[in-house]
């Protein structure tokens, strides 16, 4: 009740009037049914923006540390994940990625959205970064369609790092799904599920219109924190 409430009550009618979201393909998401929705990820605020922009559902992984802060701050900073769509996911340990997989797939097997970030992390410098095979396995194992969205201007809106997002209009580009039942049963493969993230990956890359890069993103900031020079390959 509380995502309905700050989606057209509360939260959802003041963004639109501020920001006046420009959505193209938005017909590209399923009515109903299971569906994963896979972006490029830029701001903070892409898992606000998106969400809103779809008349469904939007269920997004966030870490869990947003969800056991002490105190007024953190019992607003709960309620304000919780009532966007956002479930928390332990990210500590090995078990990690795992239990971010069953997340989603109890979601898609209730016939609900559950939108990814194929790069695992936000993009250092606005570039579209090699994609994590999570979203390959979740697409196999579901047998859900993927819809590629690309957030076209959300770090000119709230480059990282940013607190506040600045007053531009927002720009999200949804693309057709794709339907990966041509791999049906070959979840673990991990040749097959890199095959379907770099479809994944490459539909963004033509949806976005961003240079990409055939390289993890956590790995250049990872470069960029230990001054490190990274050796990144443009496509």
């Known amino acids: 009740m509380l995502y309905w409430v700050l989606k057209y009550i509360v939260l959802g009618p003041w963004l639109k009037l501020i920001f006046r979201p420009k959505v193209e393909g938005l017909e590209h998401v399923p009515a109903d049914g299971p569906v994963i929705i896979a972006s490029n990820h830029l701001s903070f605020a892409d898992s606000i923006f998106m969400p809103l922009s779809v008349r469904r559902r939007v269920t997004f992984p966030a870490k869990a540390e947003y969800f056991t802060g002490k105190g007024l701050k953190g019992w607003l900073t709960k309620l304000f994940f919780a009532g966007t769509g956002q479930v928390p996911i332990d990210r500590s340990g090995g078990k990690a990625a ?61 480059p990282i790092g940013q607190r506040l997002p600045n007053l531009k209009r927002v720009h999200i580009k949804f693309g057709p799904p794709l339907s990966f039942s041509r791999y049906a049963g070959m979840s673990g493969d991990r040749f097959i599920e890199r095959a379907v993230t770099d479809e994944i990956m490459y539909e963004l890359m033509v949806l976005s219109g961003r240079e990409y890069i055939d390289m993890y993103a956590q790995k250049v900031k990872n470069a960029a924190a230990t001054s490190k020079p990274a050796e990144p390959v443009a496509v």
Do not use: C, H
């Open 98 to 158: 795992r239990a971010a997989l069953e997340v989603g797939l109890n979601i898609l097997r209730a016939g609900g959205i559950f939108g990814i970030y194929p790069e695992g992390t936000r993009s250092p410098d606005g570039r579209l970064y090699r994609g994590k095979t999570g979203v390959a396995r979740l697409a196999l194992e579901s047998g859900a369609p993927v819809v590629p969205v690309a957030m076209m201007n959300m770090d000119k809106v709230q």
